[in-house]
Nanobody, 121 residues
């Protein structure tokens, strides 16, 4: 089965940096878009950033200029470099990817388990 495994979450002070990773494993023929979402307690899940297979990127207004999304196709991994972190960045961060498991299968969406990022005020 396809799995997305996240790492890199933790507690950091305001202004510091953190890098999240999410590696896809299992049966993978190709990966199209890869996306980072986040969800703070009591709030809706929010799209943070996405990256296409060709490397085009998009960012939420709240993180543009501070966060950078990237991917390593050889490692089936997407990264989120988070700089100048603020208390309002505190949330559970989830990765998502559109994956084609085999040459002949359809593309399905897959979610990671989430990783906690805490920035105290």
């Amino acid at each position: 089965q396809v799995q997305l495994v996240e790492s890199g979450g933790g507690l950091v002070q305001p202004g510091e940096s953190l890098r999240l990773s999410c590696a896809a494993s299992g049966s993978i023929f190709s990966i199209n878009g890869m996306v980072w979402y986040r969800q703070a307690p009591g709030k809706q899940r929010e799209l943070v950033s996405d990256i296409t297979s060709g490397g085009s990127t998009n960012y939420a207004d709240s993180v543009r200029g501070r966060f950078t999304i990237s991917r390593d196709n050889a490692k089936n991994t997407v990264y989120l470099q988070m700089n100048s972190l603020k208390p309002e960045d505190t949330a559970v961060y989830y990765c998502y990817a559109d994956i084609k498991p085999t040459k002949w299968s359809r593309i399905d969406g897959y979610w990671g388990q989430g990783t906690q990022v805490t920035v105290p005020s």
